[in-house]
């Protein structure tokens, strides 16, 4: 995990991704700040709104990458970069890493989160960074989707009512696209478009919804999952995660068990 905080932050990346995950943390720089993040769930659907810090978050950049780090990333099955939102240089570390990625072979992985905060600077972004030919997976949520591809959101995120605006994304970059809703997940590829089902649950939460699927999804890559299969993986993880009572993400075991489960049922696409 390479990224730059404060003190209080490595403390919390030590207990939460060393002590209880197992991430190594030896690249996590000091030095920072904080960023101050705020998430508000609304009614039974728990719609989730975000209120974040922009100037709480210390510009991380290509430049701020150390000898050591290109070491680590040379040795890595997968790259991934996130949260482009509050990183003022996010444009640069993400163009330049994949300008430093590509002829590698290593798979390499972008979710910006909401671009609606800085829209200003969306086009750069796509221009120098999401429509890299070196990025291989970009992945949106419906809401990120619209604006990716300056389309009006719609009121009912169905397959049929999205497809279209999946096309125009998918026509303007070279990587595969990742689109994951409440319910489904989509895969629009070289092969042509997957699309699976959410699973039925009571959500207690969605904050970090989105970050589960990631992980489930990043997991089913590197497993060398087929694309169903992997899109399944990822909303069997995000449906355990904000099903959790103490909310903890699943264990291998834990989603097998789910799945498992013969009263499992499937939304409607």
């Given at each position: 995990?390479?990224?730059?905080?404060?003190?209080?932050?490595?403390?919390?990346?030590?207990?939460?991704?060393?002590?209880?995950?197992?991430?190594?943390?030896?690249?996590?720089?000091?030095?920072?700040?904080?960023?101050?993040?705020?998430?508000?769930?609304?009614?039974?659907?728990?719609?989730?709104?975000?209120?974040?810090?922009?100037?709480?978050?210390?510009?991380?950049?290509?430049?701020?990458?150390?000898?050591?780090?290109?070491?680590?990333?040379?040795?890595?099955?997968?790259?991934?970069?996130?949260?482009?939102?509050?990183?003022?240089?996010?444009?640069?570390?993400?163009?330049?890493?994949?300008?430093?990625?590509?002829?590698?072979?290593?798979?390499?992985?972008?979710?910006?989160?909401?671009?609606?905060?800085?829209?200003?600077?969306?086009?750069?972004?796509?221009?120098?960074?999401?429509?890299?030919?070196?990025?291989?997976?970009?992945?949106?949520?419906?809401?990120e989707l619209h604006q990716y591809a300056c389309r009006k959101m719609v009121d009912q995120a169905t397959w049929e009512n999205i497809q279209e605006t999946a096309r125009i994304l998918k026509d303007g970059i070279h990587a595969n696209l990742c689109v994951h809703t409440s319910r489904f997940a989509a895969m629009l590829d070289a092969q042509g478009e997957t699309v699976v089902p959410a699973?039925?649950?009571?959500?207690?939460?969605?904050?970090?919804?989105?970050?589960?699927?990631?992980?489930?999804?990043?997991?089913?890559?590197?497993?060398?999952?087929?694309?169903?299969?992997?899109?399944?993986?990822?909303?069997?993880?995000?449906?355990?995660?904000?099903?959790?009572?103490?909310?903890?993400?699943?264990?291998?075991?834990?989603?097998?068990?789910?799945?498992?489960?013969?009263?499992?049922?499937?939304?409607?696409?």
């Open positions: 995990f390479i990224c730059r905080t404060d003190e209080l932050g490595l403390a919390l990346i030590d207990f939460y991704l060393h002590k209880k995950a197992g991430v190594n943390i030896d690249h996590v720089k000091l030095g920072g700040r904080l960023a101050d993040s705020t998430a508000l769930e609304i009614g039974d659907e728990r719609i989730n709104i975000m209120i974040n810090d922009g100037d709480s978050f210390t510009p991380f950049g290509f430049d701020d990458l150390e000898e050591r780090d290109f070491e680590a990333i040379q040795h890595c099955d997968l790259v991934g970069m996130f949260d482009w939102c509050m990183n003022r240089k996010g444009t640069d570390l993400a163009s330049r890493l994949l300008d430093y990625m590509q002829g590698r072979g290593i798979p390499t992985y972008y979710d910006t989160s909401d671009p609606a905060p800085r829209c200003g600077e969306m086009p750069e972004l796509m221009e120098k960074a999401v429509a890299h030919p070196a990025l291989n997976f970009m992945n949106v949520n419906e809401n699973f039925k649950v009571n959500p207690l939460r969605t904050t970090g919804a989105g970050d589960n699927w990631n992980a489930g999804n990043i997991l089913g890559i590197l497993l060398g999952l087929e694309t169903a299969q992997r899109l399944l993986l990822a909303n069997a993880v995000a449906a355990n995660y904000i099903t959790s009572p103490n909310c903890e993400r699943p264990t291998l075991t834990e989603l097998i068990n789910f799945l498992e489960d013969p009263n499992l049922e499937l939304k409607q696409i």
